[in-house]
């Protein structure tokens, strides 16, 4: 009499019952890791809890939360720069390029325009170089009596960096320096004293505020260093 063969392990019902249980298996773990990361609000470990850490400073009151990992990943907006940096970069352009004759600049150019092909410029650089190394500039004409009045006045303040002088006059270019200035200062006439990116105004303006005593104390505020004595600057 033939034996019976006992049932192979590996036959077609235990193939199914493995992938049944695979996948059951597979939704389990899913489940988990959905409730996981949509549902439990994560905390960073202790050993990375460093409160100088600007990340921990920021987000450990509500945790590390999808809101926050988005915050994280997303790139920071570039930081703006106003179009009056394109023009007092390209006045001090060490090549002395210029403006053809011709060229509009009655509507808002674009800060590349300003490179005028110069190559490898951030902008965001050129910024904070004259917010730091150059905060005041003076456009000025050199036959001006009021132009003169300024820059003396200034000098007397002896600051540290130097004011830098941007004499208009000797340009090809200087009717569109004028009209640049009037677009983006509100003021066409010299001179028109700039300190970090913002007009104080010209010799009046100036003079005005050092009668007042006002004048230090914005020049300072710029980051500028007066080394001039109030009792040696008069008028």
Known sequence: MEKQRPLSSSGPMAATTSVRRSRVLLFAILVVAGLFFFGVRWELPSALKDTSSELYSKYAPSGLTRANIVALVKPKSAVKVDEIYGLLHFVTREDGKQFDAGFDVSKPLELDTYTQGEKGVVWSEVMKQFDTEAPVVVFSKTYCPYSKKAKALLKKYDLSPPPT???????????????????????????????????????????????????????????????????????
């Open 165 to 235: 002088i941007v004499e208009v006059d000797l340009r090809d270019d200087d009717v569109q320096i004028k009209a640049l200035l009037s677009r983006l200062t509100g003021r066409g006439t010299f001179p028109n004293v700039i300190v970090r990116g913002q007009t104080i105004g010209g010799s009046d303006d100036v003079r005005d505020l050092h009668s007042k005593g006002l004048l230090r104390a914005k020049l300072e505020e710029a980051g500028v260093v007066v080394q001039g004595r109030d009792s040696e600057i008069t008028v």
